[in-house]
């Protein structure tokens, strides 16, 4: 996976291989109670190069994700996707299940399926699923039987195991819904996933709506267009919506100067910069910084 100027300065953790098989693109492991963090893992923000996901049985750890502290609490789902900032302010003992995978996992292509759903693509930007009596019994269901087959090394066991996949997630994908946006999923927001996944990819070079035309081979009014009609905002606020997301991990998480994230972010001109981010928030880039630091330190 290949890492941009933005995370050098926050330093991104590749998947550790999976204690069973070994694999490096997919794990699945049980939370045993045992806190065995060192003290300098402790309020150190990194990112996870992969996808992240936790049913928490029991337990109480804080931790943040991005901007956002988290307290851990019981029979809950927890999930990131990469590249998203997190930093671990203190761990208790807690039990559960993890479930971790790469963007080479979801490349494969019995993996596709996964890769189009709301809870991996997360438009809205969720990490926690409130869950009830039947959706505990079903999620931790399904999370025994995927770390029984991997564990296994039966026949068949990949074909098993993605068979598993896709009924969690996609069970996990209707709570979500329900829970974060009920946007439509269906094939006419095509063009809307398309041009928010090339954002995530380029938003660091590419900071027109054009540029992004270009890479789907249409015209820009018609993908503003569409952009607007399926999303409610305009394609424009889109890249913004991005850049500013960035903007702020790194002035939070970082002692990076406004020049420094300015030029990382693809800003040529660093006033500009500063100009970009107070139409947008009403505040200078380094007045966020003091202002979010004082209210969370």
């Avoid at 300065?9 to 590749?14: K, L, V």
């Avoid at 569409?226 to 970082?254: C, N, W, Y």
Wanted: net charge negative; proline share 4%; charged share 25%.
């Amino acid at each position: 996976m290949y890492q941009t100027d933005t995370e050098v300065a926050i330093p991104s953790y590749a998947l550790a291989p999976d204690v069973n098989t070994g694999s490096r693109i997919f794990t699945v492991n049980k939370a045993n109670c045992i806190v065995n963090y060192r003290l300098e893992d402790f309020l150190i923000p990194h990112r996870k190069g992969y996808y992240f996901c936790a049913f928490v049985k029991d337990g109480s750890t804080r931790h943040w994700i991005d901007m956002t502290p988290y307290k851990l609490k019981p029979n809950t789902f927890y999930f990131t996707v990469p590249h998203q900032v997190h930093l671990k302010e203190e761990a208790k003992p807690l039990t559960g299940m993890t479930l971790c995978f790469t963007d080479d996992f979801l490349a494969l292509e019995e993996n596709s399926l996964l890769r189009q759903l709301p809870i991996i693509q997360n438009p809205d930007n969720g990490h926690e699923l409130i869950l009830n009596d039947a959706d505990v019994l079903f999620i931790e269901d399904m999370l025994e039987k995927i770390y029984a087959e991997n564990k296994a090394h039966g026949n068949w066991q990949q074909s098993m195991l993605m068979g598993y996949m896709r009924i969690l997630f996609i069970y996990l994908s209707r709570l979500y819904t329900e829970q974060f946006s009920q946007k439509d999923t269906a094939q006419d927001r095509v063009v809307l996933k398309r041009y928010l996944s090339k954002i995530e990819e380029h938003y660091t070079d590419y900071h027109e709506v054009s540029a992004y035309a270009d890479m789907l081979n249409i015209s820009a009014g018609y993908l503003s267009e569409l952009v607007k009609e399926q999303s409610g905002k305009p394609a424009i606020a889109h890249i913004h919506d991005r850049l500013m997301l960035e903007t702020k991990r790194l002035l939070f998480h970082t002692d990076q100067s406004i020049k420094e994230i300015a030029f990382s972010l693809g800003f040529e001109d660093a006033s500009y910069f500063n100009r970009f981010f107070k139409r947008l928030s009403d505040q200078t880039p380094a007045g966020y910084r003091k202002q979010i630091r004082e209210m969370y330190h």
